[in-house]
């Protein structure tokens, strides 16, 4: 990691230290999203991180980004990827909007005035993302957009929604990318999750009806959404995998200190091999983790699209937050399973990893895509 980069991990470790380790076991219980918190990351800079200075951006690459996602999960998951969504929607208006667009839309986001969210997946396709149902259909001056998004990260609170439509035929071919606005006529808000972790997060259902959205709100060209949104995955990929990787860190590092501190039958429970084992199958799988997450930013900074790195990226990382805070759990032993240490919520936080950005099956779907499209 670059010097520049560690100097900007440790304010951002100071400032989530200030503004969210004090607040975050009141505020996970009660599903409280503070704006002003995701505020001051934009005035950190972050908001707007990978998006270039033209824009109000700051034109840093992946492998900048990804460890500070790291840092911030490893005291919030949910403020994390509230982070992690935004950017991929602005990167979205970035790589296929046209000048106008860009100029309209992303200063406020890059800034942290303002959030953006992604809207692909409905209550009967969510695996099989082609086969969504929302319909944009053609009218004198724009699309008029009829039916429901459903599990959308940031939904209620973001201003700016990239949404997912079928403007033509049956499957990927069909669909098309609108950007659409909070308060438009026609789009409202359903009924916001009730979740086993991400509490801090909103998730919530986008719904249209009759919802009139101007032409000039198509991203790229009809029939293109599909390709805009795996693109906008493959990216959003590494950024979950960099969130679980911080997770897993903090997961590990309170059981290593919690275990030192214990004792039974009058030595720390550090000291038992079944449970340095475990720490150290944790530590093993964390580092594999990071080397995959690096290598994968390192390909998107290198302009290279690489979707079988991605995908293991995601896989990898994910499943290793879901073992080592599982672990952290265990090594805690009673406390761990309570509210009165972390590791509770960090497994909590963990589960959904594997389901978002595409379920950890859908990685290996594609890693054996890969795989057979270079051998044969
Ligand atoms: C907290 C949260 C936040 C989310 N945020 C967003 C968001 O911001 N934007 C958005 O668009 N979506 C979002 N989602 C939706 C998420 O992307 C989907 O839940 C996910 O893609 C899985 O779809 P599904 O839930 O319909 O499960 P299904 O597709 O029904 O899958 C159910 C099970 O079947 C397995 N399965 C499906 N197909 C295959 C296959 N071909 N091979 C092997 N196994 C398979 C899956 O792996 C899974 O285990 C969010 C979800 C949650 C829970």
């Not at 993302?129 to 973001?158: E, F, H, P, R």
């Not at 499957?171 to 990318?177: V, Y």
Request: proline share 2%; aromatic share 8%; net charge neutral.
């Amino acid at each position: 990691m670059s010097e520049f980069a560690q100097e900007v991990i440790e304010q951002i470790k100071k400032y989530c230290e200030d503004k969210i380790q004090p607040h975050i076991e009141h505020d996970d219980e009660e599903g409280i999203f503070k704006k002003e918190i995701y505020q001051g990351f934009g005035s950190l800079g972050l908001t707007g991180l990978t998006l270039p200075e033209k824009f109000g951006g700051a034109d840093l690459d992946y492998q900048t980004f990804c460890p500070i996602l790291a840092a911030i999960a490893g005291y919030s998951v949910s403020y994390s990827v509230t982070l992690s969504v935004s950017v991929m929607a602005q990167s979205i208006i970035n790589e296929f909007g046209n000048e106008e667009q860009k100029q309209k839309y992303l200063p406020e986001l890059t800034s942290g005035s303002e959030i953006a969210g992604f809207a692909l997946s409905e209550s009967h396709s969510g695996s099989d993302a082609a086969a969504l149902k929302t319909t944009a259909k053609k009218v004198d001056g724009g699309y008029i957009l009829n039916g429901s998004k459903m599990w959308i990260t940031s939904g209620g609170i973001a201003k700016t929604y990239i949404v997912m439509a079928r403007t033509g035929e049956k499957g990927a071919k069909g669909i098309s990318a609108f950007i659409v606005q909070d308060k438009t006529q026609g789009f409202s808000y359903g009924k916001k999750e009730k979740k086993m972790g991400w509490k801090v997060s909103p998730t919530r259902e986008l719904l249209f009806e009759n919802c009139f959205i101007p032409e000039e709100n198509l991203l790229a060209q009809e029939g293109k959404g599909f390709n805009i949104a795996l693109a906008a995955l493959n990216r959003g990929r590494v950024t979950i995998g960099a969130v679980a990787l911080g997770l897993a860190d903090k997961a590990l590092e309170t059981a290593i200190k919690y275990s030192l501190e214990r004792k039974q039958f009058n030595q720390s429970i550090f000291d038992f091999q079944g449970l340095q084992f475990m720490m150290a199958d944790c530590a093993t799988e964390i580092e594999a983790s990071r080397y995959l997450v690096r290598e994968a930013a390192k390909n998107f900074d290198e302009g290279k699209i690489n979707r079988k790195l991605a995908a293991m990226a995601k896989l990898k990382a994910t499943d290793t937050a879901m073992k080592v805070t599982t672990d952290a759990v265990q090594i805690l032993g009673g406390v761990g399973y309570t509210s009165e240490y972390p590791t509770e919520r960090y497994m909590r936080d963990a589960k959904v990893l594997q389901i978002v950005e595409g379920t950890n099956q859908i990685q290996k779907v594609i890693i054996g895509r890969e795989l057979k499209r270079e051998n044969t």
